[in-house]
């Protein structure tokens, strides 16, 4: 089997055309669900961070408008004087309730008269073609990880809203004590990144090789028991595990615990989509930022990875359990918003890297020691306002994808990035430590 068939899943451009549609169904369905709602939820901003779901509704279709209709199928803008207003780098999120956005019914048509003409195009398109937005599709899977990438960012702001009601949960497998906690992975060299995965992006490229000693890592994300430890022997007091930086963003903010954690007597709570429940103790935690996993890490006499030492943990393949997509069954991961949390620790042994390593893909994007920065050779494509621009020593870098990620957006090789203060994505992290 290519990396082309196993990731795309089936062989030929028909069979490939078949399946862009029916993931551009699915997706679309996604964002629907999200924003069934009434129109003062979806044109509200819930969190100065966060702009109003009806912008992300917007912007979702006007990406598809820029990329697949004029860049590949070569037609003329449908709603030019709009432009400007989804462009994400022209306002900041903050600014956004004040413009003039599209509201939700014109929003709605607007995506939909898009989504019309992008099916004319996927029709005609040749994916065989060699220009490389053409060859394998690649269009269709920017709009489409564009899109989830999207409705994630919606869910965050679903949970910020404290809205009950609109965001569903499914059922999960049980945890299992790890007998063996960590994990021990020998030296030696790696390849990282891609050329091959034909929907990933820019700056998982190119693949290039890496030496690393021998180091160990934690076979299951920090749980909420866990951290609850260094919570109660007087962590978020005690400045010897924090960077100076993230000592003094704790202390101006009154950061003493994961967001949305609260304290009753000797119960903690959690709210989770307008939901209060105890916080349960086998779950990884997440919301928190990445100086608070970092001070954990040092707390517990670790630290975190590298984004090299988390990807080499999954043993080389497009997913750490081999090639096999997990978007038909649950059994490798907790992808795609089957539920509204991250599964207990232990749930997923058949999710397993050959190494022994668990739960890297799926329930908590994973917190790195890393700055996100361009691998040696790395190409700009399509476009700069996706990875180049946000490269440098200001965001550190996320792997492995949530339980809110779509299975479309993510791999062992995908990368997310953040500012190291958020919280509000649903983040938490494993520790490494070197060899002695
Ligand atoms: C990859 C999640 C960091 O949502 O901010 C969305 C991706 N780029 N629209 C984000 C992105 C353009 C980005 N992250
Ligand atoms: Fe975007």
């Given at each position: 089997m290519t990396d082309l068939d196993a990731v795309?899943?089936?062989?030929g451009p028909t069979g490939l055309k078949e399946r862009i549609a029916a993931e551009l169904a699915a997706v679309r369905e996604r964002s629907l669900a999200y924003t069934d709602a009434d129109d003062d939820m979806l044109v509200r901003q819930h969190s100065s961070l966060m702009s109003p779901l009806v912008w992300d509704l917007a912007h979702v279709g006007n990406y598809e408008e820029l990329w697949v209709l004029r860049e590949v199928g070569g037609i003329e803008p449908l709603r030019p004087e709009i432009d400007h207003l989804y462009d994400a780098f022209r306002y900041p999120r903050k600014d956004r309730p004040t413009l003039p956005l599209l509201g939700p019914a014109e929003a709605r048509k607007y995506i939909s008269g898009v989504r019309g003409r992008v099916l004319d195009v996927l029709d005609r398109v040749d994916l065989t073609d060699p220009d490389p937005l053409r060859s394998r599709g690649y269009v269709f899977g920017l709009v489409l990880q564009h899109e989830h990438q999207h409705d994630e960012t919606m869910l965050a702001t679903l949970q910020l809203s404290r809205r009950p009601g609109l965001v569903r949960d499914g059922e999960l497998p049980p945890g299992r004590p790890a007998a063996e906690p960590e994990v021990h992975i020998p030296a030696g060299v790696f390849r990282m990144g891609t050329d091959t995965t034909p929907w990933a992006y820019d700056n998982e490229r190119p693949a290039h090789r890496i030496y690393l000693p021998g180091y160990w890592i934690d076979r299951h994300p920090v749980t909420n028991g866990a951290y609850l430890e260094f919570v109660e022997d007087g962590g978020y007091r005690d400045p010897r595990w924090w960077l100076p930086q993230g000592w003094e963003w704790a202390e101006r903010n009154g950061v003493e615990a994961p967001l949305f954690w609260t304290r009753d007597g000797d119960t903690w709570w959690r709210v989770r989509f307008g939901r209060e429940e105890p916080v349960p103790p086998d779950e990884p935690v997440q919301h928190v930022s990445w100086f608070e996993a970092d001070a954990y890490a040092r707390w517990a006499g670790k630290r975190l990875p590298t984004e090299a030492e988390w990807e080499k943990a999954c043993g080389g393949r497009t997913y750490p359990w081999g090639e096999a997509d997990p978007g038909h069954l649950g059994r490798w991961a907790n992808l795609g918003h089957r539920a509204a949390r991250p599964a207990p620790a232990g749930a997923f042994p058949d999710g397993a890297s050959p190494y022994g390593v668990e739960q890297l893909i799926g329930d908590v994007w994973e917190w790195t020691d890393s700055w996100f920065q361009p691998y040696p050779g790395y190409r700009c494509f399509p476009y700069e306002e996706y990875s180049k621009v946000f490269f440098g020593e200001t965001y550190r870098v996320l792997r492995g994808g949530s339980w809110a990620t779509h299975p479309s957006a993510v791999r062992t090789t995908f990368r997310n990035w953040d500012y190291p203060i958020r919280r509000q994505i649903f983040a938490g992290f494993r520790c490494a430590r070197s060899e002695e």
């Open positions: 795309l899943g089936n062989a």
